[in-house]
């Protein structure tokens, strides 16, 4: 079954700082990745996905994520934090293929990203 | 275009009472999804729909059923509420698979007591 790991429960950055939140899949065929942002109180926003066409993927708010197949890896890093940028985020999978089930969407446990001004 | 609606924002229950959750989207999606949120255990999968008429189980489905009679409609009802259903509990919905993104309602707080 697909699984997805995220290091690191709770991450402390200073403003300005770079951000990198990690995320590991479990699977021998790379699936389709996401990450989403959470702030509080809200639902869940999609920040960027891994499509396969290009293993740098930019996404919103300056985000973007890199897709290393050899690392089972899609790490979410900014340059530069930002005040604003205090949420939880996800990182989520969703296995290739096209058989009945394979549209489930698993989520990682979260990292609560907080900025120090 | 609203999205993804959930009602109600927050609920109370006593141990051993039924309420459904509502969840409506208007975004003509085929696929519906219901997750609860729990601290430090990410989102879980209750149950979810690939279609009007069609469900299946997710990875936490006891205690929960779900009906989907049209498409824009994805009801969780709580059969017997206890303690350990309260979690914030999202629905989520797309319009395929593949890389397609889930689009998420705001939640529901759902305390029993």
């Known amino acids: 079954a697909q699984s997805v790991t995220q290091l690191g429960s709770h991450v402390s950055v200073s403003e300005g700082a770079l951000v990198l939140l990690r995320c590991n899949y479990s699977s021998s065929v790379p699936p389709y990745l996401f990450w989403y942002v959470q702030y509080p109180n809200q639902g869940l926003q999609l920040l960027l996905k891994?499509?396969?066409?290009?293993?740098l993927v930019k996404g919103i708010n300056g985000f973007e994520a890199e897709f290393k197949k050899s690392e089972t890896s899609f790490h979410l890093t900014k340059p530069s934090a930002h005040m604003s940028d205090a949420a939880e985020y996800f990182c989520a999978v969703r296995p290739r293929g096209s058989n009945f089930g394979n549209e489930k969407l698993t989520f990682g446990t979260g990292t609560r990203l907080t900025i120090i001004p | 275009n609203a999205g993804v609606t959930q009602t109600p924002k927050f609920q109370v229950l006593k141990t051993g009472q039924s309420m459904t959750l509502q969840c409506a989207q208007d975004m003509n999606h085929e696929y519906m999804s219901w997750y609860r949120q729990d601290p430090g255990m990410g989102l879980r999968l209750i149950h979810y729909?690939?279609?009007?008429?069609?469900?299946d189980q997710g990875e936490v489905p006891n205690g929960y059923n779900v009906s989907r009679s049209t498409t824009e409609d994805f009801p969780l009802r709580l059969l017997s509420a206890a303690p350990s259903q309260t979690s914030v509990y999202f629905c989520a919905s797309t319009l395929s698979t593949g890389n397609s993104p889930l689009h998420f309602g705001n939640g529901t707080r759902l305390t029993v007591t």
């Open positions: 729909s690939v279609g009007a008429g069609i469900t």
């Open positions: 891994y499509t396969s066409a290009a293993t």
